[in-house]
């Protein structure tokens, strides 16, 4: 179900379990962690969610998820799936990279490869990424693909989380 996919300089494939460790440095990373689900959670935590990749999504086929890598190296993770979100009724891209992977150019050239999987691949009008108000750089890459913003939700935390889509042109708005 998780299918390999490439774009210029990245490809993306599904796990294998030699990339626990990067999955994990990844996710422990505050700079990148905190933005991921509920934020940063400890270490055998984020284990267990590697093994959940295997046991569960790979296992049910319930939707793809990648490891991301550029020149070789393990990069970042993504996922294109239903949304967990009660308030969003649709499928979103989810992704992160690591710090030494920054201002390449990379996050926008994932987040583009996602859209159009889930546009083009999956045959979907509507593309959604949840993401935090804070997440300037994350906000600043969607927006360059022609993501619009489409609801905010206030947390219980205090935080605001936004709702940005992508739609096909001629797509009428939905919500």
Request: net charge negative; glycine share 10%; aromatic share 10%.
């Amino acid at each position: 179900m998780t299918p390999e996919l490439r774009s210029e300089r990245l490809s993306l494939s599904p796990y294998v379990a030699t990339d626990e460790a990067d999955f994990v440095a990844l996710f422990q990373d505050e700079a990148v962690g905190r933005w991921f689900g509920d934020g940063l959670q400890s270490a055998a935590e984020d284990r267990a969610l590697f093994g959940r990749i295997f046991s569960l999504v790979y296992a049910e086929e319930r939707f793809p998820v990648w490891a991301v890598r550029h020149e070789g190296r393990y990069v970042g993770h993504a996922e294109v799936k239903p949304s967990p979100e009660t308030w969003l009724d649709g499928t979103e891209i989810v992704y992160g990279l690591t710090r030494e992977s920054w201002g390449l150019g990379l996050g926008t050239e994932l987040a583009q490869l996602l859209t159009t999987y889930g546009h083009e691949t999956l045959g979907l009008d509507e593309v959604h990424a949840t993401v935090d108000a804070e997440n300037a750089p994350s906000l600043s890459v969607l927006k360059r693909l022609g993501y619009t913003q489409t609801r905010e939700v206030p947390e219980e935390n205090g935080r605001i989380t936004l709702q940005l889509t992508s739609r096909l042109p001629g797509t009428p708005a939905t919500a």
